[in-house]
């Protein structure tokens, strides 16, 4: 329910700010960081209203071992979110010089993306719990089964909406914008979003299986590897290549990278 709020606010928040109101990057920058308060404040008022308190300890206490270890593992968590903040940020300086244009089609298309994302990131976040109970029950073997299953899964809820994306594209970008260039512009890197949900897919599952062992270090320095891949590849790219599909195709490298990292982990690394 929090993330469906972020995507509905950061839809019509996007196109308020960026086109409504002229504002440019920093409408998007508004509009997401907009989203995401009115997500924390869905999720404080379903732990406050809803969660029995007794049951889950969310009484007011100060253990200092206890914070010291949710330290130590959630840490790594926070440099992990970071870092992919930075990768957005990097590629949006990386666009932002092929043009006011390719700009504006990219903030669209990461809007839309979001939809997207929120199937991602509630399985993959699902499956690092799922993964969490499979290791306390003793059921180490059935970590990868489980992954498998909930790629499966996200295949079957997402595939029937990218067609659909693709179908109807122009009423989509219609949403945010009447210009025809901007529609133009925008339909490659469209396509080209869409299709990597084939691989973000998988490759955020991975990785949240990883989290849910404990290893949020790995998981960090996972992240850290695939960032500096990232950036090697916009910088290479920016070199000789000023098109704006092209550039998305970093995204593959991201999320392909990452799965890669996170299955040679889950399959060979004791835990």
Known sequence: MAALTAV????????????????????????????EACSLAVLAIHALR???????????SFDKAVLLHVCRVSVWSMFHSFIGVASWLAFFVAVEHLGEMELAATNVI?????????????????????????LGAGQKRQVIPLCNCVVRL???IGFPLVILAVIFYRPIIGIYTESTALMQIAHLPFVVMLLNYIFALPGYVYMNSVTGTGATRMTFIFQLITIVAYQIYLWSISCFSTSLSVYWTAEY?????LGLLSVIYLKYKHY
Do not use: C, E, Q
Not at 50 to 60: E, I, N, Q, T
Not at 112 to 134: C, E, M, P, R
């Open 8 to 35: 509905l606010v950061n839809i019509p928040g996007n196109w308020l700010l960026i086109f409504h109101w002229d504002m440019g990057i920093a409408g998007a920058a508004i509009a997401s960081s907009f989203a």
């Open 50 to 60: 809803k969660m029995d308190k007794r049951f889950y300890g969310l009484s007011w």
């Open 110 to 134: 990461r809007s839309v993306s979001t939809v997207f994302f929120v199937i991602v990131n509630s399985l993959a976040a699902t499956t690092g719990s799922l993964v969490s109970n499979l």
């Open 154 to 156: 996200g295949y079957a």
């Open 253 to 257: 490298l991201y999320v392909i990278l």
